[in-house]
């Protein structure tokens, strides 16, 4: 059992930054992802990154260049640096653990691969 707490959600204006931190705490080793969702569209992956942090991380084309996840010394907190924010970066924003580790550059990650997940935390981008 995984559980996930998510926060620094806010609201911004256009071209500011805000850092989101997923705090997992239960047993084993497990890939994080980032999701979205905006309301009426579907959840979709923003960012991944695997159990021990090697290897590139996957980003959403959209968020590429903009934002940044990290795992410090591959521990169970990740943060999702999020810059030049935009108004359709506006979501509730998730983070999720995949015990499988299937987090890869080459590959989309799906919501119903990931096990677990936090409450959502609220980005919205406004002016």
């Known amino acids: 059992q995984v559980q996930l707490e998510e926060s620094g959600g806010g609201s911004v204006q256009p071209g500011g930054s805000l850092r989101l931190s997923c705090d997992a705490s239960?047993?084993?080793?497990?890939?994080i992802g980032w999701f979205r969702q905006a309301p009426g569209k579907e959840r979709e992956a923003v960012a991944c990154?695997?159990?021990?942090?090697?290897?590139?991380?996957y980003y959403r084309g959209s968020v590429k260049g903009r934002f940044t996840i990290s795992r410090p010394l591959a521990g169970n907190t990740v943060h999702l640096q999020m810059t030049s924010l935009k108004p359709e970066d506006t979501a509730v924003y998730y983070c999720?653990?995949?015990?499988?580790?299937?987090?890869?550059?080459?590959?989309?990650?799906?919501?119903?691969?990931?096990?677990?997940w936090g409450q959502g935390t609220q980005v919205t981008v406004s002016s």
């Open positions: 239960g047993s084993g080793s497990y890939a």
């Open positions: 999720a653990a995949d015990p499988a580790n299937r987090c890869t550059v080459f590959y989309t990650p799906r919501p119903y691969e990931y096990d677990y």
């Open positions: 990154i695997s159990a021990d942090g090697v290897g590139t991380p």
